[in-house]
T-cell receptor
Framework: DTEVTQTPKHLVMGMTNKKSLKCEQH?????MYWYKQKAKKPPELMFV???????INESVPSRFSPECPNSSLLNLHLHALQPEDSALYLC?????????????FGPGTRLTVT | AQSVTQLDSQVPVFEEAPVELRCNYS??????LFWYVQYPNQGLQLLLK??????LVESINGFEAEFNKSQTSFHLRKPSVHISDTAEYFC????????????FGTGTRLTIIP
């Protein structure tokens, strides 16, 4: 199984709502990532978890809060988002953080903030 | 730090014609190089990668890329494209050591004309 799953596929939320994105992998990978991708742009790294600990935070606003409850799950909690946060949110995983390791991407959650 | 340049934002090609998507990188250290493909409304999939050894790497669906250290390039080629190759192609680089992030190029939109 080389699949990364993400739920929901689409999410529409108001600026005062609280919602969560979920990502799951069962490949035994120990590194998991959140990326944000705007239309016609490359993915931008947001967070990296390694062995369930936050390893990298790319200066992401606090309205985005990541969580890694176990080695297979990665959540992204959203609160008080802005319309400019509308984007495709991609989750990825890899065996570890060493350079050269393939990252496996999920299909993404398309988020619209109204 | 590393950077990646994909000069062509869009490449239209007739079906069964050859194609080359250009990628140049900049780095002060040795690097690993990747090509990822993103089909419409999907996440990214690894197409091929260069870690070391033979400078010519191939994918299972007919694409190949050649690592050229002197020209700091990793161009992607296919001798005969199909409609199903329509997608966004991202070149990416990570440093050859340590816990390094993937740095993506801005992407090239390949459109196959019937």
């Amino acid at each position: 199984d080389t699949e990364v799953t993400q739920t929901p596929k689409h999410l529409v939320m108001g600026m005062t709502n609280k919602k969560s994105l979920k990502c799951e992998q069962h490949m035994g990978h120990r590194a998991m990532y959140w990326y944000k991708q705007k239309a016609k742009k490359p993915p931008e790294l947001m967070f990296v978890y390694s062995y369930e600990k936050l390893s990298i935070n790319e200066s992401v606003p606090s309205r985005f809060s990541p969580e890694c409850p176990n080695s297979s799950l990665l959540n992204l909690h959203l609160h008080a988002l802005q319309p400019e946060d509308s984007a495709l949110y991609l989750c990825a995983s890899s065996q570890g953080l060493a350079g050269g390791l393939e990252q496996y991407f999920g299909p993404g959650t398309r988020l619209t903030v109204t | 730090a590393q950077s990646v340049t994909q000069l062509d934002s869009q490449v239209p090609v007739f079906e069964e014609a050859p194609v080359e998507l250009r990628c140049n990188y900049s780095s002060s250290v040795s690097v690993y190089l990747f090509w990822y493909v993103q089909y419409p409304n999907q996440g990214l999939q690894l197409l091929l990668k260069y870690l070391s050894g033979s400078t010519l790497v191939e994918s299972i669906n007919g694409f190949e890329a050649e690592f050229n250290k002197s020209q700091t390039s990793f161009h992607l080629r296919k001798p005969s494209v199909h409609i199903s190759d329509t997608a966004e192609y991202f070149c990416a680089v990570s440093a050859g050591f340590g816990n390094e992030k993937l740095t993506f190029g801005t992407g090239t939109r390949l459109t196959i004309i019937p």
